[in-house]
């Protein structure tokens, strides 16, 4: 069974990936949509970094994050001149790094999907008098909704599918940033298999029931070909 | 206000330069034709704004929409136009109706003064409200997309060869309506097309392309007879006069219509007396008699006056001619030419074999 303390880990798993869905969201696609419009030089760069995390190995990232995070870090410094202490094992710290490991899982479906769309569309808006914002939300957005979709769907079962990234820079505190998969890894080391079995037995039911709604009822492309 | 229409634009790109300079009347239906590549839709989407020329002068009918001088360039949606695509190009994911609102819920109350039911009408498409554009025939899908243009009740309509992507069937499908709109609702037009045929059948005026560069602009029958223009050389060569039912002769089978200068028979037409029509006489019909001729089976023989003389290629000569008002273009072998003495100004008949009606 289902300890309550594999509980916890379970609901802060699905907080941090809500979370990171929802940060990923909001800055993911104005920046899918710049990559999928842009001729700029900058277009392949970005693209290369996107794309980084699809194979870097996840400890590599999270080794960076946390020397980056850390007191003597870029990142670390600004968040101590704001106030925020530094955050590697926090909460917060588990966010950005999930944000950062999950991000081309919801920037390359965008993208994809308003490649697809094209200028065509939008410049019929434009001559039905809609501001490119107002043809954003009323045509862009209803065109691209399997787009979006894959990427919520994508960026979240990612994320709650991560552990390199986690156990580097978030460690294993309980209530703060042990999540599932790090539990299992602990059931594991404890020799304790039958819980394990358990939370490996969510995990996967999870996210086949997830995928299954995402390639059967809406019918979308599998990943591999939406990367490309 | 003024009816008129400015465009002045200047564009540079590597492999292709615009360059125009252009007063149009501002009502009625001008033509922009040209070869592809001949910049005319490239000229098109600039009065739209959708494409930034950088120096630019556009007014219509008084509006400024760009001027460059002073660093005006009205974006497109602030534009009061309305734009036809070569592909239909409606909103997938909304019907019929979702499609025709869509700029309808964005225009001032104020300018939704359009009969809507009149315009749906007119293009026989008010019982496809409903359905998809996936749902709907290359011309239904067109002829939609020319009704969300109208609803706005634009300054101006721009069409992109609004039937280029149809077959014929379907282009005779939709050129009668195009010709019952322009008649029925008195919005400037300007209309790109590569197809002489269109050019017959709907223009007024007439802008002809070449290069990013306008080598005519005028009045059609004018235009198309102009010499200098590699229009009046081509083998499909044509005059087109606007003419009047004026009466019929059911025994014969026969038509007889007023030009400004005379009269033509037509095959039987069925018009009724005083309706407006246009006329198409191939330059290739046209032979021309220095004597009356009396003893032909040609009905239509007119006097008229040689008004311009360009041997062509191949042995041709065109010759342009004045009969009544109208300009009249005749195809004629160089030797038939030379032998008869043909000069300008000189007082000839001419004898059309064919006519043809365009609506």
Redesign the interface.
């Known amino acids: 069974m289902l300890t309550s303390a594999d509980l916890d880990t379970l609901l802060l798993t699905f907080k941090v990936a809500s979370i990171s869905t929802a940060l990923m969201m909001v800055f993911g696609t104005p920046l899918a949509w710049w990559l999928a419009r842009t001729d700029s030089a900058w277009k392949g760069i970005i693209n290369a970094v996107v794309a980084l995390p699809l194979v870097l190995p996840p400890t590599v990232l999270g080794f960076y994050l946390l020397v980056m995070m850390g007191p003597v870090g870029v990142i670390g410094e600004f968040t101590t001149w704001l106030g925020l202490g530094t955050l590697p094992f926090t909460f917060a710290g588990l966010v950005v790094a999930s944000v950062l490991y999950s991000i081309p899982f919801v920037v390359q479906p965008l993208q994809a999907a308003f490649t697809t769309i094209g200028k ?2 939008l ?10 914002l ?1 043809t954003f939300f ?2 862009v957005v ?2 691209a909704k399997p787009g979006f979709l894959t990427a919520i769907i994508l960026g979240f079962t990612h994320t709650v599918g991560e552990f390199g990234v986690v156990l580097m820079v978030g460690g294993n505190i309980p209530d703060k940033t042990r999540v599932v998969s790090v539990q299992i890894y602990n059931h594991v080391e404890a020799m304790e298999y039958s819980e394990a079995h358990w939370l490996a037995g969510v995990l996967l039911v999870f996210s086949f029931v997830v995928l299954l709604v995402l390639y059967t009822v809406l019918k979308t492309q599998p990943v591999t070909h939406q990367l490309k | 206000m003024t009816q008129l229409i400015t465009v002045n634009f200047r564009l540079n790109y590597a492999e292709f330069q615009l360059d125009v300079n252009l007063q149009l009347p501002g009502s009625g239906v001008t033509v922009l034709f040209g070869h592809s590549g001949s910049g005319k839709t490239t000229l098109l989407r600039c009065i ?3 494409q930034h020329a950088p120096q630019g002068f556009l007014e219509i009918n008084g509006n400024l929409w760009q001027d460059s001088g002073q660093g005006l360039f009205l ?4 534009r009061s ?3 036809v ?1 070569q ?1 239909a ?5 909304l019907t019929v109706a979702g499609n025709l609102r ?2 309808l819920k ?2 001032p109350k104020s300018s939704n003064t359009v009969d809507l039911q009149h315009i749906l009408e007119l293009l026989g498409i008010d019982h496809l409200l409903k359905r998809k554009p996936d749902c709907l025939s290359g011309g239904e899908r067109q002829r939609v997309a020319i009704a ?2 109208l609803a ?1 009740n634009p300054e101006i309509l721009l069409m992109d060869e609004p039937l280029a992507s149809l077959d014929f069937k379907r282009k005779q499908e939709i050129l009668p309506f195009l010709s019952r709109l322009n008649q029925e609702l008195n919005i400037p037009v300007l209309y790109v097309t590569h197809s002489q045929q269109e050019v017959a059948q709907l223009a007024d005026n007439l802008v002809i392309m070449a290069d990013g560069k306008t080598i005519a602009s005028g009045p059609l029958s004018e235009t198309l007879s102009r010499l200098d223009v590699p229009l009046a050389h081509d083998r499909e060569a044509a005059s087109v006069w606007p003419v009047t039912v004026v009466e019929h002769e059911a025994d014969y089978e026969l038509t007889r219509v007023a030009f400004a200068g005379g009269m033509l028979s037509l095959p039987l037409v069925a018009a009724a007396i005083g309706t407006p029509l246009r006329v198409q006489i191939y330059a290739r019909d046209v032979s021309i008699a220095l004597e009356a001729p009396t003893a032909t089976s040609i009905l239509n023989v007119l006097p008229a006056t040689i008004t311009g003389i360009t041997d062509d290629q191949g042995g041709l000569t065109v010759v342009r001619l004045q009969v009544g008002t109208q300009a009249l273009m005749s195809h004629i072998t160089r030797k038939s030419a030379l032998l008869l003495n043909f000069q300008i100004g000189m007082a000839v008949y001419v004898q059309i074999k064919g006519v043809s009606i365009l609506n």
Not at chain 2, 89 to 93: A, G, I, M, S, Y
């Open positions: 065509l569309p410049e019929a808006a434009a001559t039905l008098r809609a501001s490119p107002d009323s045509v209803p065109l | 739209a704004g959708l974006p497109t949606h602030k136009l309305g734009y695509f592909e190009n409606l909103f997938p994911h869509f700029g964005r225009i969300r243009a706005l």
